[in-house]
């Protein structure tokens, strides 16, 4: 444990567990995401030079003058790919809270190839998309697509973990995810010169929108809060070594609101303690394939009670819970 709040899965360990151990340490797991739906992955196999190189690709592309960069820039509101800038996103607006735009600058892909057969307009227009690759900084695009296959092979381990927690076969949700539609996005908080706007953040308070989010902070980083049982604020550290995950709301469509979507943000530290200074994360949005229908699992109904909410499936879901956030401004 980092400390008494955030507890650290060892993830090696339960893949060369057998049965009765993968059960006991799905058992934790589960007691985890029942409470938070936040702990740290370690030992989880991610080759170090992947991570460098996209932490270095992303840092070097973040540096690059404004005009440059938005040369790379998504081309209307509500694309979801490409650069975007200052300005152009407000999260909290997800959850019907108005206030100013998100105090930070990103880069978004998403999946590196097109299924087999997939004819979906919405599909194609949206989750398959291109990505506006950047003219540089050289070999952003190679460090990027490294990196999103790493974590795209996490996930899904991940996954594997989380259906010995509910009590499921160790690969129940592999035909769920076999062709997801996840997204990549660096994240870069720019340094402040100016305070921020009264209520205004570096990302507003919200929930994610899928089966998993696999964070990377920067080392020594501040300011990345939950909602913690008890209903109070409480940050989140950054563990050396190992990835930050939380369940997004499929996870808790999926299991009848067993497991927890927590509510998370980003503040603004005080001065003192870093907060005007430049802060860069990887998130990574694990989503289930396009068509994926997500309804109740039996195992989280209790017997004679109906399920909470109604079968969705994960493209469209997504589509209109993104399309929430965007503001009119492009920038």
């Known amino acids: 444990m980092f400390d008494q709040s955030f507890p650290i899965f060892d993830l090696g360990a339960f893949e060369a567990a057998d049965d ?22 370690a030992n989880h196999g991610v080759d170090e030079a992947v991570i460098e190189a996209v932490w270095a690709k992303t840092h070097a592309f973040f540096d690059r003058a404004a005009d440059v960069k938005q040369r790379a820039k998504a081309p209307y509101p509500g694309y979801p790919y490409g650069y975007l800038g200052p300005g152009t996103e407000a999260l909290a607006k997800s959850r019907n809270v108005d206030t100013p735009p998100d105090l930070k600058e990103s880069f978004n892909g998403g999946p590196l190839a097109v299924p087999a057969g997939m004819t979906d307009p919405e599909a194609l227009g949206f989750c ?12 952003f695009a190679d460090a990027w697509k490294a990196y999103y296959r790493s974590m795209e092979d996490l996930a899904a381990r991940i996954m594997r973990v989380f259906a010995t927690a509910l009590g499921l076969d160790e690969h129940f949700f592999d035909s769920y995810v076999d062709a997801p539609i996840s997204a990549l996005r660096a994240l870069n908080y720019p340094e402040q010169r100016v305070a921020p706007q009264p209520g205004q953040l570096r990302a507003g308070a919200h929930t994610d929108y899928g089966s998993l989010t696999i964070l990377l902070p920067q080392p020594g980083s501040k300011g990345l809060e939950i909602v913690a049982p008890d209903g109070q604020w409480t940050p989140v550290p950054p563990v050396p070594g190992a990835f930050v995950i939380n369940i997004g709301d499929l996870m808790a469509l999926w299991t009848n609101d067993r497991w927890v979507s927590t509510v998370h943000r980003v503040v603004n530290p005080p001065p003192d303690e870093g907060g005007m200074q430049r802060r860069q994360s990887l998130a990574f949005f694990h989503q289930p394939n396009w068509f994926a229908e997500i309804a109740c699992l039996l195992s989280c109904l209790p017997s004679g009670e109906e399920p909470k909410y109604p079968p969705v499936l994960s493209g469209p879901y997504l589509m209109g819970k993104f399309k929430s956030t965007v503001t009119a401004k492009t920038n």
């Open 128 to 139: 398959y998309a291109a990505t506006i690759w950047p003219d540089g900084p050289e070999g």
């Open 20 to 41: 009765e151990g993968k059960k006991r340490l799905g058992a934790e797991v589960d007691e985890i995401c029942r409470s938070t739906g936040f702990l740290a992955i």
